[in-house]
């Protein structure tokens, strides 16, 4: 995650306040983990200098080896099999584990409950935390490497 940098955009589209308190909207709910795990955010002010004001400050931070495009144009690998597939499958099972408990534990508020509102709001809630797990579950079995593949690759590699 340090080399990744998280850009926000079209801000000559609203006001710099309202811009910011969306920014701060991102980082706070839906880039908390990432930011955590050390994404940079930056703004992208659509202009060329812009750009390579992203790009080249985090250059400097560190010399990164990109191994993705390696991974898949060298040793023919499914974005899947890569380093970076392979960590995406384990922070969708990480969202899908998180997600599961969250859903768990609103279901046991909802019997807690003795206010139909309350309880009815609950399980919409409970509703859309498994449609989100049923959705990220069907990603993560896309991400799976067949075993018969997975033996394949064992076998390629221990030549090379």
Do not use: Y
Not at 56 to 69: A, F, I, K, T
């Amino acid at each position: 995650m340090p080399n990744v940098v998280l850009a926000t955009t079209m801000w000559g589209k609203v006001d710099k306040n309202e811009g910011s308190e969306r920014e701060a909207e991102l980082k706070n709910d839906f880039w908390e983990d990432m930011v955590e795990d050390g994404c940079r955010i930056a703004r992208f002010a659509n202009t060329h200098e812009s750009a390579w004001k992203i790009i080249g400050s985090h250059l400097e931070r560190r010399n990164v080896d990109v191994s993705l495009p390696r991974e898949v144009v060298d040793d023919s690998l499914r974005l899947n099999e890569t380093k970076a597939g392979i960590a995406l499958n384990k922070e969708l099972e990480k969202l899908i584990k998180d997600r599961k408990d969250a859903a768990r534990m609103l279901e046991q508020q909802a019997k807690k409950q003795d206010n139909e509102l309350v309880v009815n709001q609950l399980n919409e809630r409970k509703a859309q935390l498994d449609d989100h797990i049923h959705q990220v579950a069907g990603q993560l079995l896309e991400l799976k490497i067949p075993f018969t593949r997975r033996v394949r690759l064992f076998f390629s590699r221990k030549r090379k």
